[in-house]
């Protein structure tokens, strides 16, 4: 019998946090949700991933000012101009010791076809794994799901075919990602990539919002909202048969909205009041 060949990259079995940020988030004033970031990497090195960027060095320069400033004194740049890049031993040597890294806006589809399942990626996972943080925002935020909302900024994304999805890295399962959620009028397509594939969670990300994802559960961090999609109890949609240009139908969904400090139990899919930021995600459930 012929023995199946091993990938060579591990799937995600994490014990570090994810934190997903819808965009745009506070860099001058409170800084609430960098500040959550700051904190949780302590004294680590940290790691700003400009991957999905075609300004990569303004970002890196922005970001690099105000997470010294705020007190982060181990910083390094990632940028990958091409695929070929992430298996380079200089380049993944950028990755030694992290604690954090951090992947900023841009095109989520930059991240996925540059990084996937490679060496840089697989290095991604192990401080995962190892207790790390993985962080992003906007394009860093959507890549994060199994699947990937992508496409055009249709005003009308209540019909059908106004919105793509692509693989994304699976760093969190189960959930499809959308950011600058209610500023760009997004639910519309939200509700129709979960229409596809009810038993996911769809998850909607304001602008200077942020969920902070461990221990099988989810708090919110910042000034906006996030939105849970729930279609498991669907009795009816026309997604699979209407043609592109027709308005989309989908009949009891569930929708959660959360503010700051709200708890979301990814397992029972329940939602509950949380308690401060500094707290970890899981208090109120040990």
Not at 23 to 30: F, I
Not at 229 to 250: L, Q, R
Request: proline fraction near 2%.
């Amino acid at each position: 019998m012929a023995h199946r060949k091993k990938s060579p990259i591990k799937k995600p079995h994490a014990t570090g946090s994810l934190i997903i940020v819808g965009g745009r988030e506070d860099k001058e004033k409170e800084r609430r949700i960098l500040k959550v970031i700051v904190v949780r990497n302590g004294n680590g090195h940290m790691v700003i991933a400009t991957v999905a960027s075609a300004m990569a060095s303004d970002l890196w320069k922005e970001y690099k000012s105000v997470f010294t400033h705020m007190g982060v004194k181990h910083i390094s740049h990632l940028h990958v101009d091409q695929a070929e890049d992430a298996r380079d031993p200089d380049v993944i040597k950028i990755m030694d010791k992290a604690k954090t890294v951090f992947f900023t806006g841009g095109d989520q589809l930059k991240i996925t076809t540059k990084i996937g399942g490679t060496p840089i990626f697989q290095r991604m996972l192990e401080i995962y794994e190892s207790g790390g943080i993985i962080a992003g925002t906007s394009a860093g935020a959507s890549m994060m799901g199994e699947t990937m909302l992508v496409g055009s900024e249709a005003t009308e994304s209540h019909k059908v075919g106004n919105w793509m999805m692509a693989p994304g890295l699976g760093l969190v399962k189960n959930m499809i990602i959308d950011q600058h959620f209610a500023q760009r009028g997004r639910i519309g397509r939200l509700l129709g990539a979960v229409a596809l594939n009810p038993g996911v969670l769809g998850i909607g990300i304001d602008e200077d919002t942020a969920i902070i994802v461990e221990d099988g559960m989810f708090k919110v961090v910042g000034t906006n909202a996030v939105y849970v999609v729930d279609g498991t109890a669907v009795t009816y949609t026309n997604i699979s048969e209407a043609a592109a240009e027709k308005t989309m139908s989908m009949h009891n969904v569930k929708i959660h909205i959360l503010s700051c400090e709200e708890v979301f139990d990814l397992q029972t899919r329940t939602a509950s009041v949380g308690g401060r930021e500094d707290q970890p995600v899981g208090f109120l459930h040990r």
